[in-house]
């Protein structure tokens, strides 16, 4: 067997799990942002919201305080903090997440591509104070506080002379504290449209699979989102 087909090979079985029926969803994500240059650093400021059942249901909003320091054009790490209101289907409520962050990204141009490969930890802890049973005991999440690690690629083509740029990204969702054994638990594929306005105006289109594996009943969400950050 040649390196390629083993590489194939390793990605379906990390895709497919027998025996598992898939719910397929809809959704639209939107983002409203402010970024601040200083030197090296960078501090982003963001606003989200999304929805789900074919944009009928709120699914969660969030704010983010994301800081960051550039040691040079190649390497830049950061971190931050996320404040996350969740709908929690099984109790028909919102629930206050926290969610604090820590990453490093390497950046290469080839010509006209920009290949960006970013590393993520993410804790996120969840409040179970809603989860009431019938019983008037409290349902807890299988695992809380959730450890995530996050692997994105993602290659970018700037367009000479053209306003619009396009960008490619695969990323991983790897659980690290499942006490029923730790495994990829999601994968996102997105293509996106970048548009530079004047100076300080920066939008964004995107289109995105969000892919749940290795679950009972994992759900497929496939997503329009769209996103403004004002920048100076």
Same mark, same amino acid.
């Given at each position: 067997?040649?390196?390629?087909? +083993?590489?194939?090979?390793?990605?379906?079985?990390?895709?497919?799990?027998? +025996?598992?029926?898939?719910?397929?969803?809809? +959704?639209?994500?939107?983002?409203? +942002?402010?970024?601040?240059?200083?030197?090296?650093?960078?501090?982003?400021?963001?606003?989200?919201?999304?929805?789900?059942?074919?944009? @009928?249901?709120?699914?969660?909003? @969030?704010?983010?305080?994301?800081? @960051?320091?550039?040691?040079?054009?190649?390497?830049?790490?950061?971190?931050?903090?996320?404040?996350?209101?969740?709908?929690?289907?099984?109790?028909?409520?919102?629930?206050?997440?926290?969610?604090?962050?820590?990453?490093?990204?390497?950046?290469?141009?080839?010509?006209?591509?920009?290949?960006?490969?970013?590393?993520?930890?993410?804790?996120?802890?969840?409040?179970?104070?809603?989860?009431?049973?019938? @019983?008037?005991?409290?349902?807890?999440?299988?695992?809380?506080?959730?450890?995530?690690?996050?692997?994105?690629?993602?290659?970018?083509?700037?367009?000479?002379?053209?306003?619009?740029?396009?960008?490619?990204?695969?990323?991983?969702? $790897?659980?690290?504290?499942?006490?029923?054994?730790?495994?990829?638990?999601?994968?996102? $594929?997105?293509?996106?449209?970048?548009y530079n306005l004047a100076k300080h105006h920066h939008f964004?289109?995107?289109?995105?699979?969000?892919?749940?594996?290795?679950?009972?009943?994992?759900?497929?969400?496939?997503?329009?989102?769209?996103?403004?950050?004002?920048?100076?």
């Amino acid at each position: 067997m040649n390196y390629r087909s +083993g590489l194939l090979l390793i990605l379906l079985l990390l895709i497919y799990k027998p +025996g598992y029926t898939q719910t397929n969803g809809f +959704g639209i994500w939107s983002t409203l +942002g402010i970024e601040k240059r200083a030197g090296k650093w960078n501090f982003n400021l963001e606003g989200e919201l999304r929805t789900k059942d074919n944009a @009928s249901q709120v699914s969660r909003w @969030s704010l983010s305080l994301i800081p @960051s320091f550039r040691f040079n054009k190649h390497l830049e790490v950061g971190g931050g903090y996320e404040y996350i209101y969740f709908y929690d289907s099984k109790y028909a409520d919102f629930q206050p997440r926290n969610r604090f962050i820590l990453f490093v990204q390497g950046k290469q141009n080839l010509g006209n591509f920009t290949l960006t490969l970013r590393e993520r930890a993410q804790v996120t802890f969840k409040d179970e104070s809603d989860r009431i049973k019938s @019983s008037g005991k409290i349902d807890t999440y299988k695992i809380n506080p959730e450890w995530i690690w996050r692997n994105r690629l993602k290659v970018a083509y700037n367009i000479p002379k053209f306003p619009i740029n396009p960008a490619i990204s695969f990323e991983t969702f $790897y659980q690290l504290n499942n006490p029923e054994g730790n495994n990829f638990c999601k994968l996102r $594929y997105t293509l996106a449209f970048h548009y530079n306005l004047a100076k300080h105006h920066h939008f964004e289109l995107y289109g995105l699979i969000d892919k749940q594996i290795n679950v009972n009943n994992p759900v497929m969400n496939h997503v329009i989102g769209i996103g403004y950050t004002y920048s100076f």
